[in-house]
C-alpha cells in the first residue's frame, strides 16, 4: 500500500479510486476532518491553532499571502508523506479546491520536487475520455503494488 497525494487535493473520485486498488489517498478532507474534530481548538470556525501559521513557513516565505502559508500548512505535510501522486490537470473549479494560483504553482513545484512516481491525466470532457483516464490512473496504481 502506498500513500498517493492526490491534485486537486481534495478529489472525491480521485479519492476513491485510489482506495479501491488498496492505496492511501493523502487529501485535504483527513487533515481539515482532524482539525475540525480536535476539542483543543477554541477558535471554530477557524480551527487553527498558533502552530498553524508556522507549519506555513515552512513552505512558503513571511512575504507570500497568509492564505497560500495557510494552504500549504495542511497540503505540505502531506506532499512530504506521499510516495506518489497523480495530477489532474484542466479541472473545473467545481472539482477540487484549485482557486488559489500561487497554491497551486507551489503545491505541483513541491510534488516535482520531491521526485515522486508521478501520473499526469487532464480532466475528461466526455465518456469516453472519462474511461480512458480512469484506466490510465488504474495501470499506473497497479504499477505502485
Known amino acids: 500500500m502506498k500513500k498517493i497525494f492526490i491534485y486537486p487535493p481534495n478529489s472525491l473520485i480521485l479519492t476513491d479510486l485510489v482506495e479501491r486498488f488498496g492505496h492511501k489517498p493523502l487529501t485535504l478532507q483527513t487533515v481539515i476532518g482532524k482539525l475540525v474534530k480536535n476539542p483543543e481548538i477554541d477558535s471554530?470556525?477557524?480551527?487553527i491553532t498558533d502552530e498553524e501559521p508556522k507549519k506555513g513557513l515552512k513552505y512558503a516565505a513571511i512575504?507570500?499571502?497568509s492564505g497560500v502559508r495557510g494552504r500549504m500548512?495542511?497540503?505540505?505535510?502531506?506532499?512530504?508523506?506521499a510516495e506518489a501522486a497523480i495530477i489532474m490537470e484542466d479541472t473545473p473549479i467545481s472539482f477540487g479546491c484549485i482557486g488559489c494560483q500561487r497554491t497551486n504553482e507551489l503545491t505541483l513545484?513541491?510534488?516535482?520536487?520531491?521526485?515522486?512516481?508521478?501520473?499526469?491525466?487532464?480532466?475528461?470532457?466526455?465518456?469516453?475520455?472519462a474511461e480512458i483516464?480512469?484506466?490510465?490512473?488504474?495501470?499506473?496504481?497497479?504499477?505502485?503494488?
Open 44 to 47: 471554530p470556525p477557524m480551527n
Open 63 to 65: 512575504e507570500v499571502p
Open 73 to 81: 500548512a495542511l497540503i505540505g505535510p502531506l506532499i512530504e508523506e
Open 109 to 129: 513545484y513541491l510534488i516535482r520536487r520531491k521526485g515522486v512516481p508521478t501520473i499526469k491525466v487532464r480532466y475528461p470532457k466526455n465518456e469516453k475520455e
Open 133 to 145: 483516464v480512469v484506466n490510465k490512473i488504474i495501470h499506473f496504481l497497479k504499477t505502485l503494488e
